[in-house]
């Protein structure tokens, strides 16, 4: 199954609302996962099973979606927010990842 | 608190096979599924496979003629091995946990917990 998530670039400024989106090439159900990676970290999750938000992660960070469309909001940016956001599909093996959505400060 | 330690050579050479270990601390590893995810340089994360501490495992196509992914409970780790090299290899790789998220009466799962990566680098 493959996720692309668009855009691939996004230039926000702090407080800013964003949206990042993920298609899957097939319907995958609510079973999708997003991850936000630092440069040289780990990706940490936010949020599973499309719309719910993995404990200590800030309200700001919401998912929704469900079958091919997918949507991750920031409701209003904060520093510490930007980052590379990637989706991920555990609806069927191989487990597949989005390409990667890189928030910049504008 | 469950931590994820991978450990193992930084440099391989070409044809040769890549070896790592991920130290589970603060937990058992016999429970959950765990697995190798990759990230080349300035590239997207891809899933490498998973195993389970029953010994059950699942590879990426892709990759599933040279991987192989073993657990030892004794030590609490579980390794990676990928025969064969070249330099498409060089990458982060991670280990993480799976961990099954209770939902609408039934599981879902996502990767909960990650290691710090280690970096590889396939050269002669």
């Known amino acids: 199954i493959q996720l692309t998530q668009s855009p691939s670039f996004l230039s926000a400024s702090v407080g800013d609302r964003v949206t990042i989106t993920c298609r899957a090439s097939q319907d995958i159900s609510n079973y999708l996962a997003w991850y936000q990676q630092k440069p040289g970290k780990a990706p940490k999750l936010l949020i599973y099973v499309a719309s719910t938000l993995q404990s200590g992660v800030p309200s700001r960070f919401s998912g929704s979606g469900s079958g091919t469309e997918f949507t991750l909001t920031i409701s209003s940016l904060q520093a510490e927010d930007f980052a590379t956001y990637s989706c991920q599909q555990l609806n069927s093996y191989p487990y597949t990842f989005g390409q990667g959505t890189k928030l910049e400060i504008k | 608190q469950v931590q994820l330690q991978e450990s193992g050579p930084g440099l391989v050479k070409p044809s040769e096979t890549l070896s790592l270990t991920c130290t589970v601390s603060?937990?058992?590893?016999?429970?959950?599924?765990w697995s190798w995810v990759r990230q080349p340089p300035g590239k997207g994360l891809e899933w490498i496979g998973y195993?389970?501490?029953?010994?059950?495992?699942n590879y990426n196509p892709s990759l599933k003629s040279r991987v192989t992914i073993s657990v030892d409970t004794s030590k609490n780790q579980f390794s990676l091995k990928l025969s064969s090299v070249t330099a498409a290899d060089t990458a982060v790789y991670y280990c993480?946990?799976?961990?099954?998220?209770?939902?609408?009466?039934?599981?879902?799962?996502?990767?909960?917990?990650w290691g710090q990566g280690t970096m590889v680098t396939v050269s002669s």
């Open positions: 993480a946990r799976h961990y099954p998220f209770p939902y609408s009466g039934s599981y879902y799962d996502a990767f909960d917990i």
């Open positions: 603060g937990g058992s590893i016999s429970t959950y599924y």
């Open positions: 195993i389970h501490y029953s010994g059950s495992t």
